[in-house]
Structure formats: structure tokens, C-alpha cells
């Protein structure tokens, strides 16, 4: 559980979030996510057109990057709430306490900085659209007081009794396997058939044809405006090189990649629009000082370490006894106790 000292650290950072959430406001990247021609998002743009009037709980899954913000934004926008702000969580950036006091508000005085009432998510959004990303990220108490919101469309505050009634439209987003998630206990099964009521699976871009392309050029020209620079467009290389690639990281890595390259590229054609790349961390070589050391009791301790350190630097009783830290001595003095005892065989 959250600790009273990390309530009251995450206070202020909390009013300014909670303070831009009450200003109508896109999703970031929804215009972008949704440009394209392809069928797979005729597909998505229908899929919004018929279910924005209704009041059914809808849960978006989908690849990270793909554009479920953007999906939610549109069924909102849509809709007969779209005159009152569509209010996002990612519920995943926040922990389990503030989470609670995020999505609910909170009672002057439920734990330490509480200095007022804070009226919560779901009161800003009482007659408009609740989008709540990264569902599956949310803890088990929440997940508990999530479900009888969405039964009883009823809460009450932390630290308080009184009943708030509300009347919110809600979309879930999430990138998990909620079934999988629900099999291994990590999430309610009641709490995932109340959410998935309406479920539609965003595509990812590599399904997508040439929304790629199109993508790139939408990104090109904002970027290239943002940057104070002029492009006359991509060469065919780089046109194919895109078409090509998988783009795993989906709509959000191609808009890092290109612009990179707008950034990079004094034009007038961009030849190279390198894809996010991961490199691995180098696997640290453990040092004989590093190695986990069996044993119960000091003598056996000591002994190992100079039977490990004596192997790694090939038998050197010179070089071992630097890396310890003793007496040259003292190492052979080891080794000949080992001899004695039959150990080793005599030099």
C-alpha cells in the first residue's frame, strides 16, 4: 500500500494533472494514429461511427503504440458526449494509493496532506467519457471498487461516506491478454466481462499496407514544420525500406523515426529512416570477488574463494593473492594444506 509520506509527495503533481483534465483536450497522437486508408482502418473508423451513441462499457486491446487513445478519442468525439471532455487515466503511472485518489477523489483529512476535498475522475466526468488506459496494470483493490462503479454507477470518496452518483460513459484500453491475465489470478473475471461489454482489437501497423507511407508523409510535413526545414518528400529507397520493416514499436515508432531523421537530414529528399533500435546490454563479466560463495562457516568460505580465484588466473599463487588482498604466502600456504590432505597432487 502507499504510504501517507507518498500521498502527500505526488499532491501537487496530482492538482496540475487533475487541473488540465477539465479542459477539452485530444488524446496526444489521436489525429495521427488514425490517418491511413488501408481496409483494417476503414475498419476502426466504422467501428466508432456505430457504437459512439450508445452508453456500453468499450474495451480496446491492441499492440502498445497502435493507436487505442486515438480509437477512444473518436467514439467520444462522435458521440452525443462529445460537447463535455473525453478524461484520461493511464492508470499504469500511478501507484496503488494514488491511483485510488485519482480515479475517486478524496476526503479533507484521509491521510496526511489531504488539506481538501479532491473530486476524482470520475466526477469530472459525470455526463461525459471516461477513457482509462492500461487497464491491466491496475492493482486488485482497485480492480474491487472499479467493478461496483461500473454495476452500481456508484463510489464514494477516500476517506468518506458519502454515495456520489455519476453518470460516465467508460472506454478501457489495454495492451495485456486480460484472459490470460484472469487464468493466472492476476485479474477479476468479474472485472474483465463487465469491461469487455463492446471489445474491438486495433491492428497493427504492419497490417496495415500502405498507411505506412502515408503515415510518414503526415509525420514528415508536421515535423518538417516544427523543425523550420522543407523536404520534397522520401526517396524510393526509403519509401521501401519503411514498407518493409515490421515497425513493432507501430504508429508511435514510426513517428520517432521519422523525425529523427527530419532532425538529421538536411534534404531535400530523406534516404534514411532508421527504425528504433534496442541494443542489449552487455553481459558483465563476474570478477572473483563477484562470485557467490557457498559455505557455513568462515574457514570453508575462505577456502573456496581461493580455489575459484586460483582457477580464474590459471593457478598463479601471485596473481590470486592480489585479487584477495594477502599474502602470496598465504595462498600456498592453502594449497599446501590441500596437498597434505591429499587434495592436490604433489608438484
Known amino acids: 500500500m502507499t504510504t501517507a509520506l507518498e500521498r502527500q509527495e505526488h499532491l501537487e503533481t496530482l492538482d496540475a494533472v487533475m487541473a488540465r483534465a477539465k479542459q477539452p483536450r485530444a488524446v496526444d497522437g489521436a489525429s495521427d494514429a488514425l ?11 466504422a467501428f466508432a461511427a456505430k457504437i459512439a451513441g450508445a452508453r456500453a462499457t468499450v474495451l480496446i486491446t491492441g499492440e502498445t503504440g497502435t493507436g487505442k487513445g486515438a480509437l477512444a478519442e473518436a467514439i467520444h468525439r462522435l458521440g452525443p458526449r462529445a460537447s463535455k471532455p473525453l478524461v484520461a487515466v493511464h492508470c499504469a503511472s500511478l501507484s496503488e494509493g494514488l491511483l485510488e485518489s485519482e480515479l475517486f477523489g478524496h476526503e479533507r483529512g484521509s491521510f496526511t496532506g489531504a488539506d481538501r476535498r479532491r473530486i476524482g475522475r470520475f466526477e469530472q466526468a459525470d455526463g461525459a467519457t471516461l477513457f482509462l488506459d492500461e487497464i491491466g496494470e491496475i492493482p486488485e483493490s482497485v480492480q474491487v471498487r472499479l467493478l461496483r462503479v461500473l454495476q452500481e454507477r456508484s463510489f464514494e470518496r477516500v476517506g468518506g461516506n458519502e454515495t456520489v452518483r455519476v453518470d460516465v460513459r467508460l472506454i478501457a484500453a489495454t495492451n495485456r ?8 489470478g492476476r485479474f477479476r473475471g468479474d472485472l474483465r466481462y463487465r469491461l469487455d461489454v463492446v471489445h474491438f482489437a486495433m491492428p497493427p501497423l504492419r497490417d496495415r499496407g500502405d498507411d505506412v507511407l502515408m503515415l510518414a508523409r503526415h509525420f514528415l510535413e508536421r515535423c518538417s514544420r516544427e523543425n ?12 521501401a525500406r519503411m514498407r518493409a520493416h515490421a515497425w513493432p514499436g507501430n504508429v508511435r515508432e514510426l513517428q520517432n523515426a521519422v523525425e529523427r531523421a527530419v532532425v538529421l537530414t538536411e534534404g531535400p529528399w530523406i534516404d534514411d529512416v532508421e527504425p528504433t533500435t534496442f541494443v542489449a546490454a552487455p553481459k558483465i563479466q563476474r570478477t572473483p570477488q563477484e562470485i557467490a560463495i557457498p559455505g557455513s562457516t568462515l574457514a570453508m568460505i575462505q577456502r573456496h574463494a ?15 593473492a592480489k585479487i584477495l588482498g594477502v599474502s ?12 597434505a590432505a591429499g587434495e592436490l597432487a604433489s608438484p
Do not use: I, N, Q
Not at 581461493?306 to 590470486?320: D, F, H, K, M
Not at 602470496?328 to 596437498?339: L, M
Open 35 to 45: 490517418v491511413g486508408a488501408s481496409p483494417a482502418m476503414a475498419a476502426v473508423r
Open 177 to 184: 491478454d486480460l484472459e490470460e491475465d484472469v487464468e493466472s
Open 228 to 239: 523550420g526545414k522543407t523536404f520534397a518528400g522520401f526517396t524510393d529507397a526509403a519509401a
Open 306 to 320: 581461493v580455489e575459484v580465484t586460483l582457477a580464474s588466473v590459471g593457478g598463479s599463487a601471485e596473481e590470486a
Open 328 to 339: 602470496v604466502e598465504a595462498v600456498r600456504g592453502h594449497e599446501r594444506s590441500r596437498r
